[in-house]
């Protein structure tokens, strides 16, 4: 039973041009929620989806960040125009629907960019 | 709004001796808490929780936490440290309330690096 794959592992990109993180959850879960750890500090929440529905975006940078989890294929975190800012870890995580949901997130291994 | 707070950046141990991590949260209602642990480069792992029952909740690689509502605290415990659990140590919240999209989100503390001596 695979866990949360995330790819790539890690991301070299130059100011300007744009990431693109993917993320599959764990067979069985349906929830996707994006987390960012900047050096030195802990996880902040970016977003939360569910197939097709941004449940809660109220972590994501107003600007050049958005997210999608489409029907098929994986969630996947698009950040354009990248700044220096923007180098960090990003670490998706899933869980089970409805009252399977006891609050505990699986985490992927988390994909690394840096901005050169 | 929920928040975790983790008073150390940092907790030295030496080997064999028993460790604490500490972890005080802020909920509007009952709480969900949390324990992950993160070696260096890899993801998160989850530890242990709290839901509902015992206030002593054991979990794995012979952690424990205690659970204290009137002191708001979950704190991170093990009797007999090792060099391995060397890592970062995080304490997350979630409140148990579904009032809204937001109820699902853990929010995390900033983390505290355990660092075991040999």
């Known amino acids: 039973n695979a866990g949360v794959m995330q790819n790539p592992r890690h991301l070299v990109r130059r100011r300007g041009q744009e990431a693109r993180l993917r993320c599959s959850p764990m067979k069985g879960h349906s929830h996707v929620y994006w987390y960012r750890q900047l050096p030195e500090e802990g996880l902040k929440f970016m977003v939360y989806l569910q197939k097709e529905n941004i449940i809660d975006e109220s972590g994501m940078p107003k600007e050049r960040f958005s997210a999608e989890f489409p029907k098929e294929g994986p969630s996947i975190l698009r950040i354009q125009q990248v700044v220096r800012g923007d180098s960090a870890a990003y670490f998706c995580?899933?869980?089970?629907?409805?009252?399977?949901?006891?609050?505990?997130?699986?985490f992927g291994e988390g994909s690394r960019l840096t901005v050169l | 709004a929920q928040s975790v707070a983790q008073p150390e950046d940092q907790v030295n141990v030496a080997e064999g001796n028993p460790l604490t991590v500490k972890c005080t949260y802020s909920?509007?209602?009952?709480?969900?808490l949390f324990w992950y642990v993160q070696y260096p480069n890899r993801g998160l792992q989850f530890l242990l929780k709290y839901i509902t029952g015992d206030n002593l909740v054991k979990g794995s690689y012979g952690f424990e936490a205690e659970f204290n509502k009137s002191q708001t605290s979950f704190h991170l415990k093990k009797p007999s440290a090792l060099v391995s659990d060397s890592a970062l140590y995080f304490c997350a919240v979630r409140d148990k309330r579904r009032s809204g999209a937001g109820s699902y989100q853990l929010t995390f503390g900033k983390g505290t690096k355990l660092s075991v001596i040999p």
């Open positions: 995580a899933s869980s089970p629907p409805g009252l399977a949901f006891t609050g505990e997130l699986f």
């Open positions: 909920v509007s209602g009952n709480p969900y």
